[in-house]
């Protein structure tokens, strides 16, 4: 692979969108050699003056772990403890975690421990870069940490393959086998690795799992929010919607970055359109029944007119928390840590960076704004099918005869379940706490949970807009025959053509087989991912 495929990790500069690269598009990843010498030198030191019986006591250096933490391990014994730690902690539940995620998180381990202030020696995350690199990925079982001294356990399990454990597992090639045989299989040699005092604990003590299934979230978040400002221009081609609401006085009057953005795309997307004119809403259509005689229309719907403010918010948090993820990516997160002093030695530091309050909190908001996204989403979609709402389009988008056509009420009543289903798991994981380790960990923050049902969310919100683009389109269709001489815009016209492709636009009856809505979802890594720009 090409040196521009390549991620040089330094500790400070890892991005959202470097993980995706090395997560999904299986880049490799080197350490700066400045890292590598930083982190010899700080090893030296310790291997010098600290592997002795006199040392004093350094939490996961020379005493036990957890509440086991005033009782001491000599130097004799200290290796087979840093394998105790691995071994014991191996107790998550549940099915192995993606690849995707699995490699994210190697990544961000290796960064966090190229710092230098976790202690472990250079060996160590040669290792793990170099199972990285070479597509070892240890099997991660997904559920059993509370986010609070990080993810010892989900680490662990990473940590088990590391050592070639005999009873862990790895996936190599998309097949799953022990971790010798995957070391083996890869060209790592030896296939049994010795840990030595510090290792197990700077590997295994950090909000390192979580992050990366938060950054993997916030990039598969930031694009749909994108996309559903275009799937909302186009429902508002179909409603011969007012763009009024969108004029860029109204958003610099309010003053937030998102709104104003938010309404310029849709007025990008909707450039050139007649069907959103005056001329276009004066055409009656015979399912109007509420507006015989034309009047201007004035004002839309909120799901329409309000979408710069609804959408414009959702924006703002997403790039709060992307902000806060990205952070994240470039923290040393384990305990204890070690930082060079002023007389040229070495100070062991206990604190609780390891603690995932700010990638839980992220992650809730995450929850609450994409939940939000997909109750606009649905209203619109409802919208469609309603006559009384939509300006006579045919009632649920049935073709003709209606009656003997049923049309799309029970799709768009997919997206309200889905909607709803959203909505039940907004409650805060950070509001839960459940005391653990003999009260050691008393406060925990339930992080892992958030990251894991902010992604079904993602799952959710994706199959929703799908169902409105879907129905914006049919939308569009269903009143060709009387408004198909106005155009529609340069973007939500090649948007509409998109769809087209896949699904024709009959106005029959026809069977929905779930198979086909990632066609419409799959946008958020394609085309329709429109970019804001900068104010």
Request: hydrophobic letters at 40%; charged letters at 25%.
């Amino acid at each position: 692979m090409s040196e521009k495929n390549t991620i040089m990790l330094d500790g400070t500069s890892l991005t959202i969108e470097d993980v995706i690269k090395v997560s999904r598009e299986g880049w490799r990843v080197e350490i700066a050699q400045g890292n590598r010498d930083n982190i010899n030198e700080i090893r030296k030191y310790i291997d010098e003056h600290w592997m002795a019986g006199d040392a004093p006591s350094i939490y996961g250096f020379n005493t036990g772990v957890g509440k086991l933490k005033d009782m001491n391990i000599s130097p004799e014994q200290n290796d087979l403890f840093q394998k105790n730690i691995i071994l014991s902690h191996c107790a998550c539940l549940g099915e192995p975690a993606s690849e995707e995620l699995t490699r994210a998180t190697m990544l961000i381990r290796l960064n966090s421990c190229v710092q230098g202030a976790s202690g472990l020696r250079m060996e160590v995350l040669d290792r793990l870069l170099e199972m990285l690199n070479r597509g070892v990925h240890p099997v991660i079982p997904l559920l059993g940490s509370v986010g609070a001294s990080g993810d010892l356990a989900p680490l662990a399990h990473m940590v088990s393959v590391l050592i070639g454990y005999h009873e862990a597992e790895a996936f190599y090639r998309g097949k799953r086998m022990s971790a010798p045989d995957a070391l083996e299989a890869a060209g790592i040699v030896p296939k049994e690795f010795h840990l030595k005092a510090k290792d197990a604990l700077a590997l295994i003590n950090g909000t390192t799992m979580f992050a990366a299934y938060a950054a993997l979230n916030c990039y598969d978040a930031v694009s749909l929010a994108k996309q559903a400002d275009a799937i909302c221009a186009l429902s508002l081609e179909a409603v011969r919607g007012e763009l009024a609401a969108f004029d860029h006085r109204i958003q610099l009057a309010r003053r937030h970055k998102g709104q104003v953005c938010c309404a310029e795309n849709v007025r990008r997307l909707t450039d050139g359109s007649t069907r959103t004119t005056e001329d276009a809403r004066k055409v009656h259509l015979k399912h109007d029944i509420l507006h015989p005689v034309y009047q201007p229309r004035v004002q839309d719907l909120y799901s329409l007119r309000c979408m710069p403010q609804v959408h414009g918010a959702v924006h703002d948090n997403l790039e709060q928390i992307w902000g806060t993820i990205e952070r994240e990516l470039n923290a040393v997160t384990d305990n204890p840590l070690v930082f060079w002093n002023t007389e040229g030695g070495l100070d062991f530091l206990s604190g609780g960076n390891f603690h995932g309050e700010p990638i839980a909190f992220a992650m809730d908001a995450l929850a609450v704004s994409l939940t939000e996204l997909g109750n606009i989403s649905e209203r619109r979609t409802f919208s469609l099918c309603d006559p009384t709402l939509s300006y006579g389009i045919p009632p649920m988008l049935a073709g003709e005869p209606a009656g003997l056509n049923c049309g799309y009420p029970v799709i768009s009543c997919a997206a309200a379940a889905l909607a709803s289903e959203n909505k039940t798991l907004c409650f805060p994981a950070t509001a839960d706490n459940i005391a653990t380790k003999s009260n050691q960990e008393d406060h925990v923050s339930m992080a892992p949970w958030a990251t894991r049902k902010a992604r079904t969310i993602i799952h959710n919100l994706e199959k929703i807009l799908g169902i409105e683009a879907l129905i914006a389109a049919q939308a569009i269709t269903a009143t060709e025959e009387e408004l198909g001489h106005f155009k529609l815009g340069k973007g939500t016209k090649t948007i509409f053509e998109e769809i087209r492709k896949v699904v024709p636009g009959t106005r029959k009856d026809e069977y929905m087989p779930n198979n086909r809505m990632p066609v419409f979802v799959s946008w958020r890594r394609e085309k329709f991912s429109l970019p804001q720009k900068k104010q």
